[in-house]
Each structure stands twice: as C-alpha cells, then as structure tokens.
C-alpha cells in the first residue's frame, strides 16, 4: 500500500468516525421527547467538540452551535439545525472570500 493509498484510507476513517458520532449526538437529541424541548447544554458541547475536533474551524463552530443553542426547536431535528447552519455559515465564507468552507460530507440526511 503507497503513502497515499494510506492518507485515503486514514482520511476515509476519520470521516466515518465523525459521521459516526454524529450520528450519536443526532439520536439521543432527536427522540420523541426532546425535539420539543431547547437543545440541551451536554448536546451542544458534544456537537461543538465533534465539529472543532473535524477542523470545521473556531469561528464556522462557534457560528453554528451559537445558531443551534438560540434557535428554538419546534419540533426540528437537530439534524436539519445544524445542516442549515452550516449551509449558513459556508455562504457567508464564500461571501466574504475569507476560505473556502470545508466539505463535510455525511452530514446531510440522504
């Protein structure tokens, strides 16, 4: 196996380990009797340390969980917060031409 075949197959497990766990955060926030309830403090750190430990970068996370802990529910999946979010925050960076947001791909719910 060359150098790169290995950083594929390193990249392709740290992806399916986020994905994994976010996985986890979304099911435990998204049960019947949560999805009416505020987002609570365990689940935002948990989404905020997952997205600083996928390089999302400081300012993209704090965006996003700060638009996830203030938005009220109403019955949504934290999936679909934090999915509109990120389209949120990925057109502002585009908008400002600071980077270009990373891909995240997983997080959508397809």
Not at 12 to 19: H, M, P, S, W
Not at 56 to 70: C, N, P
Not at 73 to 84: F, M, N, W
Not at 94 to 103: F, L, N, T
């Amino acid at each position: 196996m060359g150098f790169f075949d290995k950083l594929r197959s390193s990249l392709t497990r740290t992806k399916e380990q986020i994905v994994s766990r976010f996985e986890e955060i979304v099911q435990k926030a998204d049960t019947e009797q949560q999805r009416s309830r505020p987002i609570d403090v365990d689940t935002i750190e948990a989404l905020e340390e997952l997205l600083i430990s996928a390089d999302v970068g400081l300012a993209a996370t704090e965006r996003i969980v700060d638009a996830v802990r203030t938005r009220a529910r109403h019955g949504e999946s934290l999936r679909d917060l934090v999915s509109l979010s990120l389209g949120r925050t990925a057109v502002r960076y585009e908008d400002v031409g600071q980077i270009q947001p990373p891909a995240l791909g997983g997080f959508t719910s397809d």
